[in-house]
T-cell receptor, first 111, second 115 residues
Framework: SQKIEQNSEALNIQEGKTATLTCNYT??????LQWYRQDPGRGPVFLLL?????KEKRKERLKVTFDTTLKQSLFHITASQPADSATYLC??????????FGAGTQVVVTP | KAGVTQTPRYLIKTRGQQVTLSCSPI?????VSWYQQTPGQGLQFLFE???????NKGNFPGRFSGRQFSNSRSEMNVSTLELGDSALYLC??????????????FGPGTRLTVL
């Protein structure tokens, strides 16, 4: 069956360090992969989309990689700040066009 | 530009009742999707609509239905409510159909509690 897996344990990180989150997928062959941020009680907010022919994409302090051989995407937040504390979700579309999210990884940045 | 709006924001119903949730997409967006979010199952895809047509449906029972109007506004309906339907229901809009390659803009959600 198709699965998207993200670290279920919260990632606790000190301000200024780089947070790295993992998104692994099974039995998908996505042409695109997306990352969203979600704060408690609010809807997700789009962050980045990466295409299968792009190995890396950056936006300000965010960097995403996409390895279609490993079936994995890494999401990095550099110089993390307390305001980066949130849950980060990755998502892809399955073979039928239905969008599937991973369970998300909570990031907690402490001063 | 106004964001995605959802009404109502909070709703309390009892088992067996039905409920209708509403979503107004960003102006100019014609694709609307719905998701259910629960602590146990996370964010799960319900349906996607474009130009008043359902393009995709997630793995939910027939009690969950939706529709889209000519102005792109969308509603979803849940009939014969069960306790397990308690969740945050999120609507998202996109400029174009095809969720893979299009950014989705989410609304604040409707928190449904079934007693």
């Amino acid at each position: 069956s198709q699965k998207i897996e993200q670290n279920s344990e919260a990632l606790n990180i000190q301000e200024g360090k780089t947070a790295t989150l993992t998104c692994n997928y099974t039995n998908y062959s996505p042409a695109y992969l997306q990352w969203y941020r979600q704060d408690p009680g609010r809807g997700p907010v789009f962050l980045l989309l990466i295409r299968e022919n792009e190995k890396e994409k950056r936006k300000e302090r965010l960097k995403v990689t996409f390895d279609t051989t490993l079936k994995q995407s890494l999401f990095h937040i550099t110089a993390s700040q307390p305001a980066d504390s949130a849950t980060y979700l990755c998502g892809v579309t399955d073979s039928w066009g239905k969008f599937q999210f991973g369970a998300g990884t909570q990031v907690v940045v402490t001063p | 530009k106004a964001g995605v709006t959802q009404t109502p924001r909070y709703l309390i119903k009892t088992r067996g009742q039905q409920v209708t949730l509403s979503c107004s997409p960003i102006s100019g967006h014609r694709s609307v999707s719905w998701y259910q979010q629960t602590p146990g199952q996370g964010l799960q895809f319900l349906f996607e609509y474009f130009s008043e047509t359902q393009r995709n449906k997630g793995n939910f029972p027939g009690r969950f239905s939706g529709r889209q109007f000519s102005n792109s506004r969308s509603e979803m309906n849940v009939s014969t409510l069960e306790l397990g339907d308690s969740a945050l229901y999120l609507c998202a809009s996109s400029l174009s159909p095809g969720l893979a390659e299009n950014e989705q803009f989410f609304g604040p959600g409707t928190r449904l509690t079934v007693l």
